[in-house]
C-alpha cells in the first residue's frame, strides 16, 4: 500500500458509495430497512454498517476516537441523514489520504480492536489496506442484496471509474 494507492482507493470509494446510495434512494425506506437475512440483515443496515466502521477506521487514524456499542449499532434510522453522514465521511477519507505520507505508511499505529478487545500496533499501510479491503467485502454483500431485489447499480469496476483510464 503505497499513498498514490490509498487515494485511488479514496476516489473509488467515494465513487461507489454516491452510485450506490443514488440507487438506494430509489427504493422505499420499507424495502431498505427489510430484513433479507444478510448480515447486517438489511440494505439500510449494510450501508450504516460500511459508516460505522468507516468512522471508527477514520477516527484511529485522525486520533480522534469514534465510540462504538456494537458493530451493528444503528447511527442513523433516517437515510437521508445516513447519506449525508456518508458524503462527510467519504469526503473526510479523501482529505486524509491526500495528506498521507509514505512515511506514516510505514509508522506503526496501535489501537484496541472492537472485535479482539485487545491493543494491537500493526503497521499503517496494513490497516489502511483491511479499511479499503472491508469496504468492498460489504460492497460486495450490498450488491448481492440490490441484485436480489432486481436492481442495476451499474458497473462497479474500478478500472472504470471516470479518470483512471484515461488519466
Known sequence: MRTEHARLLAAYNAWMNEKLYAVCAAIPDEERKRDRRAFF????????HLLLADSVWLGRFEGKPFAIR???QELYADFDELR???REVDARIVRWTDGLTEAAL???LTFTSAITKRT???TLWKVVAHFFNHQTHHRGQLTTLLSQAGIDYGVTDLFLMPGVIDA
Open 41 to 48: 440483515r438489511s440494505i439500510h443496515g449494510t450501508l450504516n
Open 106 to 108: 510505514d509508522a506503526e
Open 70 to 72: 456494537s458493530l451493528d
Open 120 to 122: 494491537h500496533t500493526p
Open 84 to 86: 449525508a453522514q456518508r
